[in-house]
């Protein structure tokens, strides 16, 4: 079953433009991780954040984390074509539990 | 490193038959998972072991399905007898922490299509 919901299910951008994806859940985490899945293709890691972390950065990427809100944040800034794919957190405590993931088209 | 290794890529069977889907983790992991993705249920975490043993098999959905992993190169996702229900595409992963609940390393996939 699913723990995370990422929101929105779809999203259409230029290139160039940024992306931000929203991840909500419910119960508390130990990490936060965020995946990405081109089509046809398995789940590729991008970054994990802990709970004790709030914003973490990796190249083109930032996540932020609130766990009073129990949600968190993907940022692809100055994105392109090639950044075309789905996009899962995956919330960790006992398990780890994947969000129906987003949708990002980038049109060059 | 060859990454994580699933076979059969893409699997077309009938209904009634056996299908063994093969996993070969990173060298070095401890941890392997088998997922299952579909449109209506997203993906799904069916069993993981920890060191060749099952640690949580509550995600297989009935006793058709079976997972094995003999040793720690190999794991097997076992579905007898098959049904168009199962129909999906099927994911391995591994990863290098015990627990495996940091970095998860996925296989391409098997895309199974039962008629």
């Known amino acids: 079953s699913q723990q995370g919901e990422e929101d929105p299910q779809a999203l259409s951008i230029q290139e160039g433009e940024n992306a931000t994806m929203n991840c909500s859940y419910k119960t508390s985490i130990n990490n936060l991780q965020w995946y990405r899945q081109n089509s046809g293709r398995g789940l590729v890691h991008l970054i994990l954040?802990?709970?004790?972390?709030r914003e973490k950065h990796s190249g083109r990427l930032r996540v932020t984390l609130d766990t009073s809100k129990k949600s968190s944040s993907l940022l692809i800034t100055a994105s392109r074509a090639a950044d075309t794919a789905s996009y899962f957190c995956?919330?960790?405590?006992?398990?780890?539990?994947f969000g129906a993931g987003t949708r990002l088209t980038v049109k060059p | 490193d060859a990454g994580v290794i699933q076979s059969p890529r893409h699997e077309v069977t009938e209904m009634g038959q056996e299908v063994t889907l093969r996993c070969k983790p990173i060298s070095g992991h401890n941890s392997l998972f088998w997922y299952r993705q579909t449109m209506m249920r997203g993906l799904e975490l069916l069993i993981y072991?920890?060191?060749?043993?099952?640690?949580?098999d509550s995600g297989m959905p009935e006793d058709r399905f079976s997972a094995k992993m003999p040793n720690a190169s190999f794991s097997t996702l076992k579905i007898q007898p098959s049904e168009p229900r199962d129909s999906a595409v099927y994911f391995c992963a591994s990863s290098g922490v015990e627990d495996g609940m940091y970095e998860q390393y996925f296989g391409p996939g098997t895309r199974l299509t039962v008629t």
């Open positions: 995956a919330t960790v405590n006992n398990d780890m539990r």
């Open positions: 072991f920890n060191n060749n043993v099952p640690i949580d």
């Open positions: 954040i802990r709970s004790n972390e």
